[in-house]
């Protein structure tokens, strides 16, 4: 079972930076894609970043220019560098991780998806 665990999160300032890590318990590289989601308290988790395996990236409109999605895949972990922070960023930041491959004499299709435990960001005068 892969695991993925986030680190990085904290009490910052508004106009303030954080980089999250994701680290996984095994290579990244064969991932087709990679995510960071976010879900405020009261509210559904919604896609931040998206970095596809092409190293592709997405961003949703609210993040746009100020957050950074990548990886390292010798160090098998994926970032999210955010910066000048608003009080709406606050929320629990997760990440995730899908694999979609083909397997056996049948060309079985296998998908599987991972998550995170989720890091807490504040952001807080």
């Known amino acids: 079972q892969v695991q993925l665990v986030e680190s990085g999160g904290g009490l910052v300032q508004p106009g303030g930076s954080l980089r999250l890590s994701c680290e996984a318990s095994?290579?990244?590289?064969?991932?087709?894609?990679m995510c960071w989601y976010c879900q405020a308290p009261g509210k559904q988790r919604e896609l931040v970043a998206t970095l596809g395996s092409s190293r592709t990236t997405n961003y949703a409109d609210s993040v746009k220019g100020r957050f950074t999605i990548s990886k390292d895949n010798a160090k098998k972990t994926m970032y999210l560098q955010m910066s000048s922070l608003k009080p709406d960023d606050t929320a629990v930041y997760y990440c995730?991780?899908?694999?979609?491959?083909?397997?056996?004499?049948?060309?079985?299709?296998?998908?599987?998806?991972?998550w995170g435990q989720g890091t807490q960001v504040t952001v807080s005068s």
């Open positions: 095994t290579e990244i590289g064969n991932m087709n894609v």
């Open positions: 995730h991780a899908r694999r979609t491959y083909v397997t056996g004499p049948s060309a079985r299709i296998e998908k599987h998806e991972y």
